[in-house]
Nanobody, 129 residues
Framework: QVQLVESGGGLVQAGGSLRLSCAASGRTFSNYAMGWFRQTPGKEREFVAAVSWSGGSTRYADSVKGRFTISRENAKNTVYLQMNSLKPEDTAVYYC??????????????????????WGQGTQVTVSS
């Protein structure tokens, strides 16, 4: 089991920044690729960003590319999502997730919600206009 706890959400004005953190405990954090997803009421949970176990490879949704940065510190069992130039449409509950990767996987593997094994409870981000 891996337990994930998000923090850092809140209310911010458009154009502002927030940094989300996700603290992991349980099994070896560095074995897992990590992702951030977000969800608004009535919509599917959507992919935001992902980072490989080493931190050397990242992926982003087109809607956040150039504004958000995902990173991780394996020594602290923590993954971050730095969000800059926030827009009202970024308002959502943000979820951290962990994926134990198979030996071979497609380029789209980490974009897919069902490929993640563990999820946090989420943290609310609200961007006012």
């Amino acid at each position: 089991q891996v337990q994930l706890v998000e923090s850092g959400g809140g209310l911010v004005q458009a154009g502002g920044s927030l940094r989300l953190s996700c603290a992991a405990s349980g099994r070896t954090f560095s074995n897992y690729a990590m992702g951030w997803f977000r969800q608004t009421p009535g919509k599917e949970r959507e992919f935001v960003a992902a980072v490989s176990w080493s931190g050397g490879s990242t992926r982003y949704a087109d809607s956040v590319k150039g504004r958000f940065t995902i990173s991780r510190e394996n020594a602290k069992n923590t993954v971050y999502l730095q969000m800059n130039s926030l827009k009202p449409e970024d308002t959502a509950v943000y979820y951290c997730a962990a994926a134990l990767l198979p030996t071979y996987y497609s380029a789209s593997y980490l974009y897919t919600r069902s490929n993640y094994d563990y999820w946090g409870q989420g943290t609310q981000v609200t961007v006012s206009s």
